[in-house]
């Protein structure tokens, strides 16, 4: 079958262009017809040296943001056209149009074109634009999450982005507004890709009555390697951007209450408040990659997730319990959907530094950490999500597409 995959862009810069770039090097591999249509110009140097997939680029130059630019971007006549002339070059009936992120890139004229063209779309959703103007569900100026009626007067008139004024909002609802209006998302659209039940619940209510909802996970680049022994290790690991709706905070208070080690992975606005907190037990390693990483995990006794807000999916917990690294994570994120409470993990309620506490705790004796560790890993390893194996379940569900 011919897939043509359409994303803002085709370099890495998140866990949703990589899942884009990763599925389509292993849909190219097992034989199909692989095309990549994004926005911003550029292309990774890797995928593009793979020689598989074919790559089209809408030019756009990857520059800072305007408000000009957003409304500009709200629908590309770029985007229909070049997905229109791919569609048209075999069989529409044969061919796939499957979308990642559509809002700084590539806009989403890609439904139109779909649609017009005869192809089958699926849209997956690595965030929440498909309902909420502003994409997240939180208000970043109270730090709480969103229960408005997305596009409600009330909606509008809140200013709830990290802007200092509310212009930048109504922005995004204009290009709201046109993404279900013009583009007919997600009216138009029956089949969508998702990756979690916490965003399924979060905007599920907000798609077609008839919409097909697909899960999945991302595709994780692991290799199997021994078992971390975690009661060789004391600290607790936070890998992300310490800002507020993450609320790395939270761990402090509560390690400071059991004398816990811990380490922070990452960089942001408040690495300077959290060191000010001065609790000796926490190191700031700022931001690595690669092998750093690695090394980092390895010294792990367990990887704690504390947002507060609706996180899609974070790769880094699905990694760590790949690697038998037990995982607490607060009950705002979908993370919670991939432990199995009291086995590999433990779930807490948000900002609630003795919940949290307490969960750590139990996390020191060594009879505890063993035995999720090893549970972890266990079921991790039982069905990996490896990029091979995304990829077969992409193929599933186009063939399910297919045959409908």
């Known amino acids: 079958m011919k897939i043509i995959i359409v ?12 899942c884009a770039l990763l599925s389509a090097e ?10 990549y249509v994004h926005g911003l110009e550029g ?49 529409p009936k044969n061919t796939i149009v499957h979308s990642h992120l559509w809002k700084t890139g590539v806009s989403p004229s890609f439904v139109n074109a779909a649609i017009d063209g005869g192809a089958h779309l699926l849209c997956s959703f690595h965030d929440y634009h498909v309902a909420c103007p502003a994409g997240q569900f939180f208000n970043n100026q ?60 979060a905007f599920g209510k907000y798609l077609p009555s008839d919409a097909k909802l697909h899960m999945m996970h991302y595709p994780i680049q692991a290799v199997e390697a021994p078992r971390v022994d975690v009661t060789k290790n004391r600290r607790f690991v936070f890998s992300g951007r310490l800002s507020l709706e993450k609320d ?13 080690e811990l380490r922070f992975l990452g960089d942001g606005p408040l690495m300077n408040q959290l060191k000010e907190m001065n609790y000796p037990k926490a190191t700031f390693a700022g931001w690595i990659k690669g092998d750093e ?12 997730i504390t947002s507060i807000w609706y996180e899609v999916n974070p790769l880094a917990p699905i990694e760590a319990l790949g690697k038998g690294i037990p995982v607490i994570a607060s009950d705002c994120t979908s993370t919670l959907y991939e432990i199995e409470e009291g086995v590999t993990g433990f779930g807490f309620k948000h900002q609630n530094e003795a919940d949290l506490a307490e969960k750590m705790s139990l996390l020191l004796d060594d009879n505890t950490a063993d ?8 079921k991790f390893w039982a069905k ?9 379940r992409l193929i599933e569900i186009y063939e399910e597409m297919l045959a409908g």
């Open 26 to 35: 292993h849909l190219a591999a097992a034989g199909h017809e692989v095309h």
């Open 384 to 392: 990996p999500p490896t990029a091979e194996n995304h990829a077969k």
């Open 43 to 91: 292309v990774d140097p890797y995928f593009e040296g793979l020689g598989t997939i074919k790559f089209h680029s809408l030019g756009r130059p990857n520059t800072d943001m305007t408000m000009r630019k957003l409304i500009d971007l709200s629908y590309l006549d770029a985007t229909y056209n070049k997905v229109r002339e791919l569609i048209a070059l075999g069989d």
């Open 293 to 304: 990483i690695l090394a980092e995990m390895e010294q792990a006794r367990a990887m704690a």
């Open 248 to 260: 790395p905070s939270v761990l402090i208070r509560a390690a400071a209450k059991i004398d816990a």
């Open 142 to 201: 109270t730090h709480e999450i969103c229960t408005l009626e997305p596009g409600s007067a009330k909606c509008i008139m809140t200013h709830c982005t990290r802007t200092r004024t509310i212009l930048p909002k109504w922005v995004e609802v204009y290009r709201w507004s046109v993404q279900r209006g013009r583009a007919g998302l997600p009216t138009k659209v029956k089949h969508f890709g998702v990756f979690s039940q916490k965003s399924v619940d």
């Open 7 to 18: 994303n803002d862009n085709a370099v890495i810069s998140g866990g949703a262009t990589k």
């Open 371 to 378: 035995r999720m560790s090893k549970a972890a890993y266990d």
